[in-house]
């Protein structure tokens, strides 16, 4: 999987991303702050990253002569999310370099791969099963124990393809709420909380990270991360040391997310991995020196990571299309507190559950940045006010 080194592509070059979504506009606002062009590919048109990007290819990802045409055009290929699929990778790596590589997709985008890897690297996660029948449901259950999670082997997120069993009596509505096709049985983890680590690694080995963030999920779905993480300092060290095992040992170039379960007595449990910039770090934009979509940039690049400082404590809450179910949300109400950043995504339709846009508030303490955010966050849905004076 080592990958000869050649010179860095430098400012001027086009970079070509598979995606479309909001992690490919940011990528691409980071990209052309530093001068360079950006192409995407999916299947939409006027995309979130489209609409930032210098060419927009529209055409499905299984359409692999097209997807050659698009990586011919570009000096470097990445990824703007992780299902993408195996054949469109191995398609663009004919035709350009591919970072991170295909081999990074194909574990991550497959929870069975993705455990198995982990598991047999010696690496800390729940006890799971294979699944492939109702049949091997009920084995499964005997060996990791009752509470359990089914989970769709591959293409899940956002709390999708997921069933909680709680006796034997669901066993048939949990293998047909997975579609009665390959699932993984996880054990249920009483956790304390959920944490993740966001890091970059090079071609040469050299790694960086965002330390350990705190995450809060709604129905499946991300809400808010707290930047650093309240935990203890040894936690944090050893979800960043577990971190950085994983992105070396599947040889990593570009950005990787790890997210952990951490038990009450400080233990941690991998849950999954995401090969690309993450939700949980969208704070970096504001907050630190080199966001993750810029380190993103730079280690497929070829270029030398940059500063990871953090200014300031920090606090992110996604906004989901629900805020518009009333009508346009009040956006000079959160504009109104001063320390608030918003991040609109482009999106054309407000739908209940997608992500539309984040805020970003930066204080003294994460305790006061989570106030600030919550705070803007519920401005948005109030009745439409006229704000003459900042609100402290």
């Known amino acids: ?31 052309r702050r530093m001068g360079y062009r950006v192409h995407t590919l999916s299947p939409d048109e006027d995309t979130p990253t489209g609409q930032v990007a ?64 982990l598991s047999e690297a010696g690496l ?51 293998w047909a709420a997975v579609g009665e096709s390959e699932a993984v049985l996880e054990a249920f983890v009483n956790f304390d909380r959920e944490i993740s680590v966001v890091a970059a690694r090079t071609m040469n080995g050299d790694f960086v990270h965002y330390g350990a963030v705190e995450n809060q999920h709604r129905n499946g779905i991300l809400d808010i991360s707290i ?20 992105l070396a040992k599947l040889e990593v170039v570009g950005v990787l997310c790890v997210e952990f379960f951490v038990c009450a007595d400080g233990t941690l449990l991998i849950n999954e991995l995401a090969p690309r ?33 953090q200014f300031a404590p920090a606090a992110m809450a996604n906004l989901l299309g629900d805020l518009w179910d009333e009508g346009e949300p009040d956006w000079a109400a959160a504009a109104s507190i001063p320390d608030v950043k918003l991040h609109l995504y482009g999106k054309l339709t407000a739908r209940p559950g997608r992500k539309m846009g984040h805020l970003t508030a930066i204080a003294r303490s994460t305790d ?21 004076q900042p609100v402290n």
């Open 124 to 174: 800390p996660v729940t006890a799971f099963r294979r699944v492939n029948s109702l049949e091997e449901l009920r084995r499964a259950a005997k060996d990791v124990g009752l509470p359990a999670i089914l989970k769709t082997a591959g293409f899940g997120y956002d709390g999708k393809g997921q069933y909680r069993i709680f006796g034997e009596s669901d066993f048939p509505l949990a």
């Open 277 to 309: 910039p993450h939700n949980s770090g969208h704070f970096t934009f504001d907050a630190n020196i080199t966001s993750q979509f810029e380190q993103q940039l730079r280690a497929v690049c070829g270029l030398p990571l940059g500063s990871v400082t």
């Open 54 to 117: 210098d060419v927009e290819v529209n055409a499905p990802y299984e359409d692999l002569a097209a997807v050659c045409k698009f990586a011919s055009g570009v000096s470097v290929v990445t990824f703007e999310f992780e299902n993408v699929p195996a054949e469109t990778a191995a398609a663009a790596a004919r035709c350009a370099p591919v970072r991170p590589g295909g081999h990074v997709l194909h574990i991550a985008q497959h929870r069975l791969r993705e455990k198995t890897f």
């Open 368 to 388: 006061e940045a989570l106030r600030h955010v919550e705070r803007a966050r519920c401005l948005l849905a109030r009745d439409k006010v006229t704000h003459t």
């Open 227 to 246: 930047a650093p993480a309240r935990v203890p300092d040894q936690v944090a060290q050893n979800a960043v040391e577990i971190a950085r095992a994983v």
């Open 1 to 31: 999987m080592s990958e000869h080194r050649p010179a860095p592509i430098l400012p001027g070059s086009a970079i070509g991303v598979l995606g479309s979504g909001q992690l490919g506009r940011m990528f691409a606002i980071a990209a």
